[in-house]
Each structure stands twice: as structure tokens, then as C-alpha cells.
């Protein structure tokens, strides 16, 4: 059986592209998902997920490394105008295992920030995966309000 099938089968990503895991999609377009991550660092963060399968950046063609950053950029703006306590947000890219990328599939963090966020949201940020799940009901309430912005 050929690598890239079932690399793609297993990949969570990929099978969130397929809708065949379940997700919080808030936007998308033809080579992208914008998704709630199910283990927020705050509340609205986003996964922005490349439909294709690569693990880097940089495997992106021009067309899609470009598409990416231009669609974070629209996210990031509807995620200001759908809180009133966010004014900022930061743009996370984990490029790789050595850089603590987690699931080799490229993707971008865009993680809502508060004038309160403190040394607490870099503990979360390093705890993320000891932290538990955010309850189905937040995160339904969390999309639609993004969502509305779309």
C-alpha cells in the first residue's frame, strides 16, 4: 500500500479535511479549514489546516504558503471583531518534530490574546496536552459566535 495513503488515512488532520472526525469548522476555503482546537491555549483558538498532506511549510506550493498566511490574517481580524476582550492575537507554526510540532501536517496556531493573559497562558501553552478537553457545549457556544463573523 502506498505511504502517503496511509499516512493521510491516519492523520487526524486529514481525516478532519475528510470530515470523517469530528470537528468545530468555523471557515474554509479551497485549500484550507480553520477549526477549534479541542485543547485551546485560550478561547477561539484556531487551527488553520492545509488540505494538503505535507509536514512542512515549506512542501506547500507558492500558491498555498500564500493562501495560508493571507487566510490567518482574515481569521485573526473576525476573531477581534467576535470578542470584545481580544485586541491581538499570536500566530503559532510548529515546523516540524524538532520544533514541537505534534502532528506532521502543516498547520498554523492562531491563539486569541487578552490584555490579562500572564505567565498562565504560556503554562497552558506548555500543558496543553495534560490540560483537559474543553466541554462539546463551550466549544459549540465558541463557534457560533465566531462563525456569526463569517
Avoid at 500566530?91 to 524538532?98: I, S
Avoid at 502543516?106 to 503554562?123: E, G, M, S, T
Wanted: aromatic content about 10%.
Amino acid at each position: 500500500m502506498n505511504k502517503v495513503f496511509n499516512a493521510t488515512q491516519s492523520c487526524i488532520f486529514c481525516q478532519i479535511n475528510r470530515d470523517q472526525s469530528a470537528h468545530f469548522l468555523i471557515a474554509k476555503s479551497n485549500s484550507l479549514r480553520a477549526v477549534l482546537d479541542i485543547h485551546p491555549i485560550t478561547e477561539g483558538h484556531l487551527l488553520i489546516l492545509s488540505r494538503s498532506h505535507v509536514s512542512h511549510l515549506e512542501e506547500l506550493n507558492d500558491d498555498e504558503y500564500k493562501e495560508l498566511f493571507l487566510f490567518a490574517k482574515k481569521l485573526g481580524l473576525r476573531v477581534i471583531e467576535a470578542f470584545d476582550d481580544v485586541n491581538d492575537y499570536t500566530l503559532v507554526v510548529n515546523n516540524g518534530t524538532y520544533s514541537g510540532q505534534h502532528i506532521p501536517h502543516a498547520h498554523i496556531h492562531l491563539i486569541p490574546r487578552r490584555k490579562w493573559d500572564n505567565i498562565n497562558f504560556y503554562w497552558r501553552l506548555l500543558t496543553r496536552f495534560i490540560n483537559p478537553t474543553v466541554s462539546k457545549r463551550r466549544l459549540l457556544k465558541v463557534s457560533q459566535k465566531l462563525k456569526s463573523h463569517f
